[in-house]
């Protein structure tokens, strides 16, 4: 995503807000998993797949971790009251709880049919994904 876009509404707040709303909401990933039960090592596929897009995007000047300064940012652009909510997004459907089962069904598709689509990417010529995911 082109930067003047990503943060155009932080330029001018009030024109981010005139719309009505009364607030901004920015959603952000993290394109390293990261697991609280200690399920994905460093070293895992999961992983080196996050850190391998983190590299191509630094390869092309452009920063994956947008989740990481997004709340500064925000905070300059002279947004008050910033919130940084961070949410448990399964990959898979391993969880006992129901809606969480429901989401990582849904992300485990999102993460088979990204993968499908990198296999072109900078970071194999080839076409190869170097792993490959399944539940």
Not at 27 to 38: H, S, Y
Request: proline fraction near 7%.
């Amino acid at each position: 995503m082109n930067d003047k876009l990503l943060l155009a509404p932080l330029k001018n707040p009030r024109r981010a807000l005139d719309i009505g709303c009364g607030y901004l909401e920015q959603a952000e990933l993290n394109p390293v998993p990261k697991c609280d039960d200690g399920s994905i090592e460093p070293g895992d596929a999961m992983d080196e797949c996050g850190k391998l897009a983190v590299r191509c995007g630094e390869a092309f000047g452009k920063s994956l971790m947008v989740e990481e300064f997004m709340q500064d940012e925000i905070k300059k652009a002279g947004f008050t009251e910033v919130a940084k909510i961070t949410y448990k997004w399964p990959i898979g459907a391993w969880s006992n709880d129901p809606r969480l089962k429901e989401l990582g069904r849904w992300n485990l598709l999102h993460w088979n049919e990204g993968a499908w689509y990198m296999r072109g990417s900078p970071s194999d010529t080839r076409g190869n994904m170097p792993f490959a995911m399944s539940t």
